[in-house]
């Protein structure tokens, strides 16, 4: 299948930083990727929908100050946790939608392998 | 009411027990239907569309009942292997249609 890829894959830092997230489509295009995170034992929240070449589209609750996205191009999104603190220590994913139409349309999405995110 | 719900768990079957988990979902209009499977601290990953009919992978039976908007998954024959948690996940049409939203997700622990 697809790959999807993120990077870093863990990161530690100190509160008031900002930690920017890549989520990066391997083998497709990808004109929307989107974010989600993960808080222990609970399930994935949708946070935003990346589109290229426009803006994010946020879910409610989720401050786009906050949470800077930006898709510059179809098979890259990046996620800025700006000014983090520690409530914002999470498992952080992405994933990106495939919507080939060569050989037939297929809309699949596939999920990178997640950026953990420490806040101290 | 929570828009996909599911039963946590968590499940402990010994090997070669069939277990099945139940899932319910608010939105008469959600459109497409799926099993995830997640491992722990690791991205979810496909398991299986669900369908009307009903569709079967191997050990895998997955069943849609779109008037009791009920979503069901069989797992037959356990294997240790299988320990993990399913994640039900719904997409509503319209223009949300791509966002996938997701259940809490039921453990489960196969055990010899």
Known sequence: GAVVSQHPSRVICKSGTSVKI?????????????WYRQFPKKSLMLMATSNEGSKATYEQGVEKDKFLI????????TLTVTSAHPEDSSFYICS???????????????FGPGTRLTVL | ????????????????ATV?????????????????????????????????????DGRFTAQLNRASQYISLLIRDSKLSDSATYLCVVIKGGTSYGKLTFGQGTILTVHP
């Open chain 1, 22 to 34: 890549e989520c990066r489509s391997l083998d497709f295009q990808a004109t929307t990727m989107f």
């Open chain 1, 96 to 110: 990106a939608r495939d919507q080939a139409q060569a050989g037939g349309f297929t809309d699949t999405q596939y």
């Open chain 2, 20 to 56: 099945a988990f139940n899932c319910t979902y608010s939105n008469s209009a959600s459109q497409s239907f799926f099993w995830y499977r997640q491992d722990c601290r690791k991205e979810p990953k496909l398991l299986m569309s669900v369908y009307s009919s009903g569709n079967e």
């Open chain 1, 70 to 77: 930006n898709h510059a191009s179809l098979t890259l999104s």
């Open chain 2, 1 to 16: 009411r929570k828009e996909v719900e599911q039963d946590p768990g968590p499940f402990n079957v010994p090997e070669g």
